[in-house]
């Protein structure tokens, strides 16, 4: 058995053992991610929080399933979540800040972005206990956390990890920008060597849907709030542009582009 730290701030001796261990790094983790300033390290802070509490859980079964939110909606739900998740963590108590989001998570009648008005009740068919209870659990231990003064900002000490693990280029990350880039880069350009041949960038244009009137706007929502977009286009960035194995991603960008 490890030794166990006794606690420094009258919190569980555990929490104080490992909020310790990630306090000794969390200066150069911040650096070396291009974390500057207190707004950006909020801004991550948050993107793990919504990566610990709701994209590590049962909303995964809920993707996979037949009645589930799309790769489209998954997107858009998390970028909107992180919205939230900000102002969670920025709340004068932390501890109302966390249970505000709990409910927001929970809320079975609020339509999700990019479902046409679906709702978890409906999108969770057959996964709201488990959904229920993973949200409320991952919560809880926010809250454990919450009050600890053994570190400085101890809910920042923890998630920024995970954001960093699990969503270096989610939005709300530095390196979401740099995808909204190179989707600008990709969409002004279709014959760019990224689309990887077959006229791959002809397609994406092809496919355009009609509410896109200007690149220049669609990459400034990108930037600022991916949620508010239709639905069509959510799904047309979805199958051209957005996920593992699309033009943004892997090697051959060069100068971050």
Known sequence: MPDVVEPSCGGSPLNCALLSRLWEGHHERCRVAGLVGPDA????????MVIE?????????MHASKRGPSDAAMFAQSTALH?????????P???AGLLGFEKHLLDRERPWPGTGGRTLRELGYGFLGDYRRHVKDRVNAMMALADHTCVPAPLETYLI??????????KGMPGWLVIVDRIGVLLADPDHPRWGGDRLGYQALDDLPAQVTSIDDLTANLRTDPSV???????WLSDHLLYNGGP???PGWEAGR
Not at 41 to 48: D, P, T
Not at 229 to 235: A, H
């Open 53 to 61: 509490v709701w994209r590590n859980s049962p909303v995964e079964n």
């Open 248 to 250: 943004p991603y892997g």
């Open 161 to 170: 990890p995970a954001a960093l693990m699990s969503g270096g280029d989610q």
């Open 83 to 91: 919205k939230v998740a900000v102002t969670a963590l920025a709340a």
């Open 93 to 95: 108590s932390q501890l």
């Open 229 to 235: 977009l239709p639905e069509d286009v959510l799904d």
């Open 41 to 48: 390290v909020l801004s991550a802070a948050a993107v793990g």
